[in-house]
């Protein structure tokens, strides 16, 4: 049974960080991509950020680029987003999602997560 559990949400000024975690189980952590994605109330689901299975490679929105890292530690199966700089439209849950290929495309990845809030005030 495959389970992806975020943490590190929570309640930050503007201008503050945060770092969310993910960790996998159930399944082979270094074959998948991981994303993280959000969602803002009243909002659809957007994508944030994605990296490939070694970490070689990484993917941001335009909204976050500059703002976030995106990283991974295929040893302890976990994926981390460092965001910095956090702006009030930064408030969202945010999700951790994984797939063997798929990038910033949302219907495309295979398991999600159960979500972490994040909500920045001014």
């Known amino acids: 049974q495959v389970q992806l559990v975020e943490s590190g949400g929570g309640l930050v000024q503007a201008g503050g960080s945060l770092r969310l975690s993910c960790t996998a189980s159930?399944?082979?952590?270094?074959?998948?991509?991981m994303g993280w994605f959000r969602q803002a109330p009243g909002k659809e689901r957007e994508f944030v950020a994605a990296?490939?299975?070694?970490?070689?490679?990484?993917y941001y929105a335009d909204s976050v680029k500059g703002r976030f890292t995106i990283s991974r530690d295929n040893a302890k199966n976990t994926v981390y987003l460092q965001m910095n700089s956090l702006k009030l439209e930064d408030t969202a849950v945010y999700y951790c999602?994984?797939?063997?290929?798929?990038?910033?495309?949302?219907?495309?990845?295979?398991?999600w997560g159960q979500g972490t809030r994040v909500t920045v005030s001014s």
């Open positions: 990296i490939t299975r070694s970490g070689g490679n990484t």
């Open positions: 999602a994984a797939d063997k290929n798929a990038v910033r495309s949302i219907s495309a990845y295979d398991y």
């Open positions: 159930g399944l082979t952590f270094n074959i998948y991509v």
